[in-house]
């Protein structure tokens, strides 16, 4: 049983940057073929793809968050984690890992899911 698990601050202020990271158990973050997402969902609103990290290492980010987004690894720790730059208020959501064979913005595109975390954006 694949177990993902969100952790960072819960608030952070505009202008700095979210630093939020996924720890996983039950399974390596390396295993063909498997992709390493970020997710998250405004209040009110859809889900929201921000990027991923694949099992080879290589990435890919929503071009519309691309210039203030980064994604790693840490694979002795079985982790990855997800730095987005110059938050603003519309940055609060719900922010979420996932583990899929690819990505999307349904909650189907994804076979195992972290439990979720708040943050909020403000001063």
């Known amino acids: 049983q694949v177990q993902l698990q969100e952790s960072g601050p819960g608030l952070v202020k505009p202008s700095q940057t979210l630093s939020l990271t996924c720890t996983v158990s039950?399974?390596?973050?390396?295993?063909?073929?498997?992709?390493w997402s970020w997710i998250r969902q405004p209040p009110g609103k859809g889900l929201e793809w921000i990027g991923y990290i694949a099992y080879s290492g290589s990435t890919y980010y929503s071009p519309s968050l691309k210039s203030r987004t980064s994604i790693s690894r840490n694979t002795s720790k079985n982790q990855f984690t997800l730095q987005l730059s110059s938050v603003t208020p519309e940055d609060t959501a719900v922010y979420y890992c996932a583990r899929g064979l690819s990505y999307g913005t349904m909650w189907s595109d994804y076979d195992y899911w972290g439990q979720g975390t708040q943050v909020t954006v403000s001063s």
């Open positions: 039950g399974g390596s973050i390396t295993t063909n073929y498997y992709y």
